[in-house]
């Protein structure tokens, strides 16, 4: 969401006439697009707005700005924290500041092959680990047409795969008049011109119909690969966190993915040490992945976020030396699965639209989300190509394209 978002403020910024240069000492218009999901991104985007003090300092008239996650309704606040930034503005939005006569969504002017389109901001769930709600707020869809309109030209433009983004997708349109759902909306995707692929993310397993599995089986142009978070292997713990489903749901859920999509490659998000997380209940997240064996999974340990319901109700009492050495036991089962799946594909033809080069070699994805690496000169970004895999590892394949 955070990328999506920066390609839109920089084209934004080029409408009006701005030019990105690569180094702030050279800037008249710092942006700083904030992510505070787990305490190493805030720390990030400090210790940055620190740097930059001396710059300001030293160049009175370069415009600081900040915007994303950090900035909450509190501005007056960050203000006083942050004197010498001159404007905050919440995550998603455009600078207030700053008018263009155009009122429709900026887009990017030359985007990638693959090009993320948002299509719902914040969150309705309130899980109680998670910022989210409080910083992009309750959730918010998109017209449907509005998407269709802003994929035709990003098609015209170059684009052949788009990624639609919302914290959670599958919450998408019941705010609008005519209550569209995600299965609708990828229905009138599938059908632009030009457009090659589509993918979603972010799915909640309590969320997720048995209508869009039908629809992503159906349709075409929909990729199978589905990012499905299921954050912890317990019950209890699952309860705690508020996240609305039982382990039980989940792997109906994952097994009537996997029976009706068969190329599937399921991914899925975990917190390591959250509050009062025992031996045995990170035990059982272990089983969980064993059992069902995601092509990739997203972990990181507990961090307490400041307003969530966790930080008031929960003390963080699983030592960092403890969340770190599960994380490193569940990134070690997760290798050897991921290596075991990827084996699989070794002399066999895969689709890869080929999305650039990396080094000397291209680059593209399969359907199901894998990264390919292939030789081979010029005329490959944006076609679909067929590639002979003749070596794996757990995070990328390499082959021939044929």
Known sequence: MNKAESERLGSYLEELGYQATPRAEKADLVVLNSCVVRQGAENRVLNKLNALKPLKRLRPDLTLAVTGCLVNSRIDQLKQVFPHVDHFFKPGELPPWLERDNPEPALPRHPKVSTFVPIIQGCNNFCTYCIVPYRRGRERSRPLQEIVREVEELVRRGTREVTLLGQNVDSYGHDLPDRPDLAHLLKELDAINGLLRIRFLTNHPKDMSHGLIDTVASLDKVCEQICLPVQAGSNEVLKAMRRGYTVEHYLALTSEIKSKIPEIGLSTDIVVGFPSESEAQFQE????????????????????????????????????????????????????????????????????LVEGKKGDKWQGRTRSGKLVFFPGDGGYPGKLIKVRIEKTSPWSLQGTAK
């Open 285 to 352: 997240t272990l089983d969980l992945l064993a059992g069902v064996r995601f092509d990739t999974v997203h972990a990181a340990a507990y961090s307490p976020r400041p307003g969530t319901i966790a930080s008031r109700k929960f003390a963080d009492d699983i030592p960092p030396a403890e969340k770190k050495e599960h994380l490193d036991r569940l990134e070690q089962l997760q290798e050897r699965i991921a290596t075991e799946i990827n084996a699989r594909l070794r002399d066999k033809m895969v689709e890869v």
